[in-house]
């Protein structure tokens, strides 16, 4: 193959940013791309569901109470004559808006106490280190029930409670990356250039050592999702009828599986598809930053 | 302390404690990487300092510019202490000091493009600011021998031998008076060598710096130095100005380690004696006692593992021409 030559006569070298490479990577990758396609299908749902469902999400409607899928109602309705799919395109921002709150608060938390943990060592670390295994020492399940519980249920008690089992994972993650990178010569460099911590930290440290910390927390966005689905279902979750969670949904059903199956099957979908969205393109990501693969 | 000598180098120890257990710590001995060196280094001189791999060379060259905290001993720099600051009173020294690292691939963080690792240090101390650091990075791109149109590459863009171009462009850029070269070649082809040690001779003269020159290859060391002190695990066994370190090595190890370096001539070549030592370097976790060669030295006498032998001059060398050895004798080896 030819080089090419640029104006000034100097061959160019093909230049290839770690971003671009990423996404190079990722386009080829089929299964990736049918997650991106579901992803963007869920967030669409999520920002214009006023424009999509415009069928009220709570109240009694008796005259059209279970109703098999029409026309008219694509998803059917349940037993207080609700639009199922109204209900269920509302719940899509329910599910994003757990799953994301819950992922960017672990990775402050996560990238706060690994990072901590892995750049100063020493006591700061073992203190830190002994933390992160006593979280993880909980059942998770049981742990989220009970703190969810004592929060009072809602929204907002999910977020944190499933937030407060989670962030330790990301924490003991990132600090194996800190130590990793905080050793290299670059870093010391710095240090004999007369750079202080936070120059140190941020400028150097973070950003060699985020990435698959970055990738661990975006695979956990349809775990969190199914978590709050599964507290939702137990009845430990978000537990106002009116609020369209599918784990809600799932469990408040339930009864009628036999006469009319679409009530759970639809919720059941919407919350496999999205968490399957995630995981294809977690997945993707993780193979298109593999150092190995490279 | 003699006026002229910018770095004084007294007694530096550092001891690495060796631990065991994750809740109580126990101490269960110690590495003794560099143990009582002294050395001076005068204002405009290069100094060498030659030794096997785990000797305490980078020890060394990390405790002067105090990345590491020695144990004991003092570090004079320009007639001021600094082997006792820490943190923030450590700033005014880094931009005296710099270091130019062994390996070109590890010392340039790969996320940043070689414009701004060379003027991330002019920010830091605030040498230049705004548009003036990209004129100033531009500046000594050139002078180093890079293109400065190529200032928003990333080092990987690089070769060898011009990313050490950009570690030398990096130490550069706060003006220091002393570099420490930390094998600075090790990592580049033969061909790319001469370059890089070139180009550290011109600065030298240029810009009046101290080097302090870190090697194994005594070919090298040869090529730049001024004077040259031959480490062995943690001590310092020979210091002599470099022509008489070749002519007249006094140490066994000396004389060892110059018995290794190829003669260009394949006649003296083939009839010279090459000393084999026996054995490897000892671990310096518990080192041999008194002197630390006699493991490894075919003129060891029972008082070589009972009293340790001080860095002092002997006969045919002059006074500036120390040697650690109990039955130091000249013997030409080169």
């Known amino acids: ?17 770690l971003r671009g490479e990423t996404w190079r990577r990722l386009r080829r990758n089929r299964m990736a791309i049918a997650g991106i ?30 109703e098999s899928p029409s026309a008219r109602h694509w998803f059917g309705t349940d037993q207080l004559g609700l639009d199922l799919f109204s209900r269920v395109v509302h719940g899509t921002r329910i599910s994003l808006m757990v799953g994301f709150s819950v ?8 990238i706060v106490v690994g990072g901590a943990a892995g750049y100063f060592g020493g006591i700061a670390d073992t203190l830190l280190s002994r933390l992160i295994d006593v979280f993880l020492g909980f059942p998770f399940l049981v742990g989220t029930i009970i703190l969810v519980t004592a929060l009072g249920g809602g929204k907002m008690a999910v977020i944190v409670a499933i937030a407060f089992f989670s962030w330790p994972g990301i924490a003991r993650l990132f600090r194996g990356s800190v130590i990793s990178i905080r050793g290299s010569e670059y870093v010391e460099a710095a240090r004999a250039l007369g750079a202080g911590h936070l120059r140190m930290f941020f400028r150097h440290v973070l950003p060699n050592s985020v990435t698959p910390t970055l990738v661990y927390a975006f695979a956990l966005i349809p775990t969190t999702i199914i978590a709050e689905a599964a507290l939702s279902f137990l009845g430990f979750g978000i537990q106002n009828p009116a609020e369209p969670s599918w784990g809600l949904m799932i469990a408040r059903y339930r ?14 979908m919407a919350l496999t598809m999205t968490a399957m969205g995630f995981i294809l393109l977690g997945d993707g990501l993780r193979d298109a930053l593999d150092p190995r693969l490279r | 302390m003699t006026s002229e000598s910018l770095v004084d180098v007294r007694d530096l120890v550092k001891y690495f404690a060796v631990t065991r257990g994750i809740i109580v710590r126990r101490n269960v001995g110690w590495i003794k990487a560099v143990d009582g060196v002294s050395f001076t280094i005068k204002e405009g001189e290069t100094l060498g300092l030659v030794g096997e791999t785990g000797c305490g060379k980078s020890t060394t060259a990390r405790l002067l510019m105090r990345l590491l905290d020695p144990t004991s001993g003092t570090i004079r720099f320009a007639g001021q202490d600094v082997g006792a600051r820490r943190g923030s009173q450590l700033r005014p020294l880094r931009r005296q000091v710099q270091i130019i690292f062994q390996d070109p691939f590890a010392s340039l963080d790969p996320r940043m493009t070689v414009g701004e690792i060379i003027g991330e240090a002019m920010r830091i101390h605030r040498l230049a ?31 060898g031998g011009q990313r050490q171009r950009v570690g030398v462009a990096r130490a550069l850029a706060v003006q220091p008076r002393f570099i420490i070269c930390d094998e600075p070649v090790s990592a580049l082809d033969v061909s790319i060598q001469a370059q890089v040690l070139n180009l550290l001779k011109d600065l030298q003269k240029e810009f009046g710096l101290t080097y302090l020159f870190i090697a194994h290859d005594l070919s090298v060391v040869r090529q730049v130095c001024d004077r040259v002190a031959v480490m062995y695990l943690g001590k310092i066994v020979e210091v002599a100005a470099r022509d008489d370190l070749y002519a007249l090595p006094m140490h066994p190890y000396t ?41 490894r030295c075919w003129k060891a006498q029972q008082i070589c593992r009972e009293v340790e032998p001080p860095l002092e001059a002997h006969s045919p060398a002059g006074p500036d021409h120390p040697a650690a050895c109990h039955f130091a004798e000249a013997a030409q080896v080169v």
Do not use: W
């Open chain 1, 255 to 268: 009864p009628l599986i036999q006469t009319e199956p679409h009530l759970v099957i639809f919720p059941g």
């Open chain 1, 103 to 110: 992922v960017a608060s672990i990775l402050l938390v996560g």
């Open chain 2, 255 to 295: 004389q060892a380690l110059l018995s290794a370096v190829p003669i260009p001539d394949p006649e003296k070549e083939r009839s010279r004696k090459r000393i084999v030592l026996q054995g490897d370097v000892p671990s310096p976790l518990n080192p041999p006692p008194a002197c630390r060669f006699h493991t």
């Open chain 1, 37 to 66: 396609a579901i992803i963007a299908l869920v967030a669409l749902a999520a920002i214009f569901a006023d424009l999509i469902a415009t069928q009220p999400t709570e109240g009694f409607f008796a005259d059209q109470a279970r």
């Open chain 1, 1 to 17: 193959m030819a080089t090419v030559e640029t104006s000034a006569g100097v061959a160019a070298p093909e230049v290839r940013s």
């Open chain 2, 129 to 159: 600011a705004g548009d003036a650091v990209h004129g100033r990075v531009q500046e000594i791109m050139e002078r180093v021998g890079l293109n400065p149109d190529r200032h928003d590459r990333y080092p990987h863009e690089f070769s």
